[in-house]
């Protein structure tokens, strides 16, 4: 059974770190990309980032160069590092694989707040 498994979230104060991590099953992660997005109270679900198998990353405009979406085929785990975080980060982040079918973990507090 293929499970997405995230840790990581809690409250930060705004200008602070969390680091989310994302466990998955090596049948789906070593072959696909795997992603980050979040949901906002009221809000639609949006992409954060995203990492291919090889390298390749993109990310949502309002992280870029705050958020680093990394991946560790050794461990079937990728990570998201969220520098100077703010108020408007808050939300459940979810993990992502873009595997056939696609999953998603259980999801991840994020709060950031003084």
């Known amino acids: 059974q293929v499970q997405l498994v995230e840790s990581g979230g809690g409250l930060v104060q705004p200008g602070g770190s969390l680091r989310l991590s994302c466990s998955a099953s090596?049948?789906?992660?070593?072959?696909?990309?795997m992603g980050w997005y979040r949901q906002a109270p009221g809000k639609q679900r949006d992409m954060v980032a995203t990492a291919a198998p090889y390298g390749y990353t993109d990310y949502a405009d309002s992280v870029k160069g705050r958020f680093t979406i990394s991946r560790d085929n050794a461990k079937n785990t990728v990570y998201l590092q969220m520098n100077n975080l703010k108020p408007e980060d808050t939300a459940v982040y979810y993990c992502r694989s873009f595997s056939t079918p696609g999953y998603w973990g259980q999801g991840t507090q994020v709060t950031v707040s003084s």
């Open positions: 090596g049948s789906i992660f070593q072959t696909n990309a």
